[in-house]
């Protein structure tokens, strides 16, 4: 991603040729506005509205399913399955796309993964059983739902890492700061009107219509990715993995980059899994709680407003957390959120007695957001930034793919796990509200000690330094590094290295 200085050969035989140079400040001063450093950026990372919109209408829409069809809903397995299986489709997606945005290409990548949800949220709003059969549209709607997230799977390894290259070109000391503009504000944003728009669907169309409220809420899932699609097919590949990084044309020494970055990998994935174990749950499950507080005589609309301004809460803390990355790093920008999200939860839990009355529901919103908005602050907008600069160019697609893809497992297995926890307070409905406050901020703290201890310090220009000292690793264990980048290819199937170039002019 970042510049480099390239020497011409010498032709002195006495003269050895100068070794290649990092050069940060290369890219920063060539000619481009403001604009054509920044669209490349925004174009890969923005596609994660997707991610947030995808995940947290469902919510509102199994809600108003339940609301529609009852037992017939609620019995079959289908509540679990809709509201889950879009995770497992991610992983997939994950995993597919990763290994493409290395060994294929980051741009083209990201436009398949495009089209994919452009299709599959359309077919997801059009979901229909044979004759009308409710078993045969929840078998549909699941099915789509699962293919859709294998689209939104292709929005991390490829979008979030060619994001966080794209910010190389950025000015040094705003690139944390836009790279979670792009990505992590984006999945919030997608987050909230994922939120908004049931409530706005249900007030428009009355509860007399609600089976045109949720398929609506679904459609318009398309929106987003099309109206990013023109910009995808315009972008090219990252320069540094383009001209210097990529391993698309060798084969990729997999036992060496687990021997160098597989404990480290596994921390971050540790750390996502827990992210996402108690976000995308409590995101999933928070219009449910709603509705445990108000009234039951309160109207659909009341509870899915109420779920609008809980994630309104996302964005603050997002936004504040992107400028406090840059500040601190995002090492201890994390480390600091995530202490204070469990601590406000605990707190949460023990006053979830006089919070829960239904004349309390506003201050539940704001302690209940402010627990959400802390999240974001900390792991949520630094745990993709830590993936995406912590590996080297030629394999971070991979690398981000595995740890987005556990932190994908836990927001799966956090969906399933939440009721059983709930379901642990047994008749004791404050009990059963407090548990998965008391699980997650325990894990919170337990995933601030392992950023400490574990991760390694982020700067400016960490994705400069991790590619040279994985080329001296690689080098160090004779690898030929020259192997490398997206320009070599033609040198590499004609028989000659650059190297060996390099050699040839010296004789000559």
């Given at each position: 991603?970042f510049?480099?200085?390239?020497?011409?050969?010498?032709?002195?035989?006495?003269?050895?040729?100068e070794?290649?140079v990092?050069?940060v400040?290369?890219?920063?001063?060539?000619?481009?506005?403001r604009?054509?450093?920044?669209?490349?950026?925004?174009?890969c990372?923005?596609?994660?509205?997707?991610?947030?919109?995808?995940?947290?209408?469902?919510?509102?829409?199994?809600?108003?399913?339940?609301?529609?069809?009852?037992t017939?809903?609620?019995?079959?397995?289908?509540?679990?399955?809709?509201?889950?299986?879009?995770?497992?489709g991610?992983v997939?997606?994950?995993?597919?796309f990763?290994?493409?945005?290395?060994?294929?290409?980051?741009?083209?990548?990201?436009?398949?993964?495009?089209?994919?949800?452009?299709v599959?949220?359309?077919?997801?709003?059009?979901?229909?059983?044979?004759?009308?059969?409710l078993?045969?549209?929840?078998?549909?709607?699941?099915?789509?739902?699962?293919?859709v997230?294998?689209?939104?799977?292709?929005?991390?390894?490829?979008?979030?890492?060619?994001?966080s290259?794209?910010?190389?070109e950025?000015?040094?000391?705003?690139?944390?700061?836009w790279?979670?503009?792009?990505?992590?504000?984006?999945?919030?944003?997608?987050?909230?009107?994922?939120?908004?728009i049931?409530?706005l669907m249900?007030?428009?169309?009355?509860?007399?219509?609600?089976?045109?409220?949720?398929?609506?809420?679904?459609?318009?899932?398309?929106?987003?990715?099309?109206?990013?699609?023109?910009?995808?097919?315009?972008?090219k590949?990252?320069?540094e993995?383009?001209?210097?990084?990529?391993?698309?044309?060798?084969?990729?020494?997999?036992?060496?980059?687990?021997?160098?970055?597989?404990p480290r990998?596994f921390?971050?994935?540790?750390?996502?899994?827990?992210?996402?174990?108690?976000?995308?749950?409590?995101?999933?499950?928070?219009?449910a709680?709603?509705?445990?507080?108000?009234?039951?005589?309160?109207?659909?609309?009341?509870?899915?407003?109420?779920?609008?301004?809980?994630?309104?809460?996302?964005?603050?803390?997002a936004?504040?957390?992107?400028?406090?990355?840059?500040?601190?790093?995002?090492?201890?920008?994390l480390?600091?959120?995530?202490?204070?999200?469990?601590?406000?939860?605990?707190?949460m839990?023990?006053?979830?007695?006089?919070?829960?009355?239904?004349?309390?529901?506003?201050?539940?919103?704001?302690?209940?957001?402010?627990f959400l908005?802390?999240?974001?602050?900390?792991?949520?907008?630094?745990?993709?930034?830590?993936?995406?600069?912590?590996?080297?160019?030629?394999?971070?697609g991979?690398?981000?793919?595995?740890?987005?893809?556990?932190?994908?497992?836990?927001?799966?297995?956090?969906?399933?796990?939440?009721?059983?926890?709930?379901?642990?307070?047994?008749?004791?409905?404050?009990?059963?509200?407090q548990?998965?406050?008391?699980?997650?901020?325990?894990?919170?703290?337990?995933?601030?000690?392992i950023?400490?201890?574990?991760?390694?310090?982020?700067?400016?220009?960490?994705?400069?330094?991790?590619?040279?000292?994985?080329?001296?690793?690689?080098?160090?264990?004779?690898?030929?590094?020259?192997?490398?980048?997206?320009?070599?290819?033609?040198?590499?199937?004609?028989?000659?290295?650059?190297?060996?170039?390099?050699?040839?002019?010296?004789?000559?």
């Amino acid at each position: 991603m970042f510049g480099r200085k390239k020497t011409t050969p010498v032709v002195d035989g006495d003269s050895e040729p100068e070794p290649y140079v990092q050069n940060v400040d290369h890219l920063a001063s060539t000619p481009k506005t403001r604009w054509e450093r920044m669209w490349p950026a925004m174009a890969c990372g923005s596609g994660l509205f997707s991610d947030g919109y995808i995940n947290n209408v469902i919510g509102s829409v199994s809600t108003i399913l339940k609301t529609l069809y009852g037992t017939a809903y609620t019995g079959s397995g289908a509540q679990a399955n809709i509201s889950a299986i879009t995770f497992a489709g991610t992983v997939l997606g994950m995993g597919i796309f990763g290994y493409t945005s290395d060994k294929f290409s980051r741009s083209h990548s990201l436009t398949i993964s495009t089209v994919i949800l452009i299709v599959f949220a359309a077919l997801g709003a059009g979901s229909y059983g044979w004759h009308g059969n409710l078993d045969g549209m929840f078998a549909a709607l699941t099915a789509y739902r699962f293919l859709v997230g294998v689209g939104i799977g292709g929005e991390y390894p490829a979008g979030s890492v060619a994001c966080s290259e794209a910010t190389g070109e950025l000015k040094s000391g705003s690139r944390n700061r836009w790279f979670i503009i792009f990505t992590n504000v984006m999945i919030d944003a997608g987050f909230v009107v994922g939120a908004f728009i049931p409530y706005l669907m249900v007030v428009i169309f009355t509860e007399k219509h609600l089976r045109a409220a949720w398929r609506v809420s679904l459609g318009l899932g398309v929106v987003p990715p099309l109206l990013l699609l023109y910009l995808r097919m315009k972008l090219k590949e990252p320069e540094e993995f383009k001209s210097r990084e990529s391993m698309k044309n060798v084969k990729i020494p997999y036992g060496l980059v687990l021997k160098y970055y597989g404990p480290r990998l596994f921390m971050v994935s540790l750390i996502w899994f827990i992210y996402d174990f108690s976000t995308y749950s409590f995101g999933i499950y928070s219009s449910a709680i709603l509705a445990n507080i108000l009234p039951k005589t309160a109207p659909l609309s009341q509870s899915f407003g109420w779920n609008t301004v809980i994630n309104l809460f996302y964005i603050p803390g997002a936004v504040l957390g992107s400028f406090f990355s840059d500040w601190v790093g995002p090492k201890y920008a994390l480390v600091i959120g995530v202490t204070l999200q469990g601590l406000v939860g605990f707190l949460m839990a023990g006053l979830y007695g006089v919070l829960s009355r239904p004349g309390n529901v506003a201050g539940f919103a704001v302690v209940y957001g402010f627990f959400l908005s802390l999240g974001e602050f900390g792991p949520g907008d630094n745990i993709g930034l830590i993936a995406s600069k912590t590996c080297a160019t030629g394999i971070r697609g991979q690398y981000y793919a595995v740890a987005a893809a556990i932190g994908k497992v836990g927001a799966f297995v956090g969906t399933y796990v939440f009721p059983y926890i709930e379901k642990a307070g047994g008749g004791n409905t404050v009990a059963s509200a407090q548990y998965p406050f008391y699980v997650s901020s325990a894990l919170c703290i337990f995933s601030g000690l392992i950023t400490l201890f574990f991760i390694p310090n982020i700067g400016q220009d960490t994705i400069t330094s991790e590619d040279i000292k994985f080329r001296a690793y690689l080098e160090a264990n004779g690898w030929d590094t020259s192997q490398l980048g997206l320009e070599k290819v033609d040198n590499i199937e004609g028989g000659i290295s650059p190297m060996e170039q390099q050699e040839e002019v010296h004789k000559n």
